[in-house]
Nanobody, 124 residues
Framework: QLQASGGGLVQAGDSLRLTCAAS????????MGWFRQAPGNEREFVSA????????YYADSVKGRFTISRDNAKNTVCLQMNSLKPEDTADYYC???????????????????WGQGTLVTVSS
């Protein structure tokens, strides 16, 4: 129901744009997030955006370099990644958060739906 794409192999300093497309259902009212997992590491929060797009959240490690956006008419969420670093190398996952009161956009367990990962590899 969530399909992430746009990963690839790039050099440090390059940019990539990841897209998450929803199919089979709409995620009305859902916040959307991106998480990543590097080999041997736990999955970590990258960014999230509320349903309206009025609020966005970023991990400190990507703040100022990554930008999250969404198009509810197209059921898509994008993550523009600039100034990529080798430490950004990971599988990137998009996920949907129902946005209940008290939810944490930073916590993967608060997300109900997950897409498959798209691999981002940044060479030095």
């Amino acid at each position: 129901q969530l399909q992430a794409s746009g990963g690839g192999l790039v050099q440090a300093g390059d940019s990539l744009r990841l897209t998450c497309a929803a199919s089979g259902r709409t995620f009305g009212g859902y916040a959307m997030g991106w998480f990543r997992q590097a080999p041997g590491n736990e999955r970590e929060f990258v960014s999230a955006i509320t349903w309206s797009g009025g609020s966005t959240y970023y991990a400190d490690s990507v703040k100022g370099r990554f930008t999250i956006s969404r198009d509810n008419a197209k059921n898509t969420v994008c993550l523009q990644m600039n100034s990529l670093k080798p430490e950004d190398t990971a599988d990137y996952y998009c996920a949907a958060n129902p946005g209940y009161s008290g939810t944490s956009y930073y916590t993967d367990s608060d997300y109900d739906y997950w897409g498959q990962g798209t691999l981002v590899t940044v060479s030095s």
